[in-house]
């Protein structure tokens, strides 16, 4: 009995340990299974990617609810951009406005292709002191996040002053350009008709272009890559082209700049050697040292103000900004409209015959406020005068109606 008692133990051991073997051995095949998913899930994403728009949407849709992505400023940044905006930006529409005003009022002015030109700059500033001012304050500051439809019309109204003024530029220097090379045939060959010509064709392209993503062409996957980060709903196709245009604008204008001032260098130059004198040479020296700097400093003013913010638009076609080079092309778009102020200070009021036609234009204001004050003088001593003649004649009535009845009085009495 105690042999098959001791047996039954054995057998009964042996099973537990077979036992114990066979639960081991289970958890390191689990644990094995466990080890091999994740291996096996990076295997599957590698052969078999998810999309790279499904990737990129889904933190761009979180950090970009309501354009929150677009709105980086933090609260020092927005009181400094503000008070720039809330300075430039009247400024800059009274002194355009001021400008234009002077141009559309005198004769000789808007007969001169010349003027035309500077009144079309005028215009286009104006604008973009109102659009500008008002769609970046209300979107950098008041945070308001409009639809695609309204942010785009917005922005293609900004587009537009910018994108005009710079046009408007290019004509400017063309006209210089035409005056100091064709100087005898140039009233021939630019003509009032032909310089209208020019600025309707100016006009109709800069609306087309500038308003082009709110007629289709647009970011195709809203605000995820391959939009701008810089403006939202914008193709970086779309931002590449107009920069580029720009930029085209841009060296056209300092092309012909460049010309004209060696062309009145050599002009100066011929003129030197056949007088032949000393003095000449002297003032050929002060003209052209007087030249270089008028127009080194359009050309300074020009290239500092609109070349930072078109570094970043460039920047932005190729690399994706953080939200730092954000807030510095925020600060840099503001200079875009500093140039908007500082164009009727070097362009229109520099010109003689628009300061004697904006005195003139202030001396008549005045002079209509004197006649209206002298007018106003007259009225009131007209109706002092008249009230004494009332007043006169109402004592002269009432004694002669006393004496009257004194008289009948009299005459009873007597009776």
């Not at 036992?19 to 689990?30: F, G, P, T, Y």
């Not at 914008?234 to 204008?253: N, R």
């Amino acid at each position: 009995m105690e042999s098959t008692a001791a047996i039954c133990s054995l057998s009964a051991q042996e099973s537990d340990q077979s036992r114990r073997k066979a639960e081991l051995n289970d958890q390191s095949v689990s644990r094995d299974a466990d080890a091999f998913i994740p291996v096996a899930r990076l295997m599957t994403s590698i052969t078999n990617p998810p999309p790279l728009s499904f990737v990129a949407a889904r933190p761009a849709n979180r950090s970009c609810e309501k354009l929150e992505c677009y709105m980086v400023l933090i609260t020092a940044e927005k009181m400094a951009i503000g008070s720039i905006c809330f300075l430039a930006g009247p400024f800059t529409f009274m002194e355009n406005a001021l400008v234009l005003g002077v141009i559309a009022t005198t004769a000789s002015l808007r007969q001169r292709p010349s003027y035309l030109f500077i009144g079309s700059l005028a215009l286009a500033d104006v604008f973009a002191s109102c659009f500008f001012t008002t769609s970046f304050l209300d979107f950098h500051l008041f945070r308001r996040s409009d639809g695609p439809t309204a942010y785009l019309f917005k922005l293609g109204g900004v587009t537009l002053a910018f994108t005009t003024s710079v046009g408007s530029l290019l004509l400017t220097a063309l006209d210089r350009y035409l005056c100091i090379y064709l100087a005898c045939s140039y009233k021939v060959l630019l003509t009032r008709r032909r310089a209208l010509l020019s600025l309707l064709i100016l006009w109709t392209m800069t609306i087309f272009i500038s308003f082009l993503p709110l007629m289709g062409w647009r970011c195709p996957t809203d605000l995820t890559p391959p939009c701008s980060r810089l403006f939202p709903y914008i193709s970086k196709g779309y931002l590449a082209c107009w920069t580029s245009f720009i930029l085209v604008l841009l060296a056209l204008i300092l092309g012909a700049y460049a010309l004209i001032l060696w062309k009145a260098h050599r002009h100066q130059s011929s003129m030197t050697n056949l007088q032949g004198a000393a003095g000449s040479g002297q003032a050929r020296m002060r003209m052209d040292i007087r030249l270089a700097r008028t127009f080194g400093l359009i050309l300074l003013i020009l290239v500092g103000c609109w070349l930072p913010a078109l570094s970043f638009m460039l920047v932005d076609i190729f690399v994706l900004l953080t939200h730092t080079q954000q807030r510095a092309f925020a600060f840099c778009s503001t200079l875009c409209l500093l140039n908007s102020a500082v164009n009727p200070l070097l362009y229109a009021l520099r010109c003689r015959e628009l300061r004697v036609a904006l005195i003139k234009s202030l001396q008549r204001l005045c002079e209509i406020g004197r006649c209206r004050k002298s007018t106003k003088d007259l009225d009131r001593g007209l109706h002092s005068i008249e009230d004494n003649c009332a007043t006169l004649t109402d004592d002269g009535m009432d004694k002669a109606r006393t004496t009257r009845i004194n008289s009948i009085s009299e005459i009873v009495d007597t009776n």
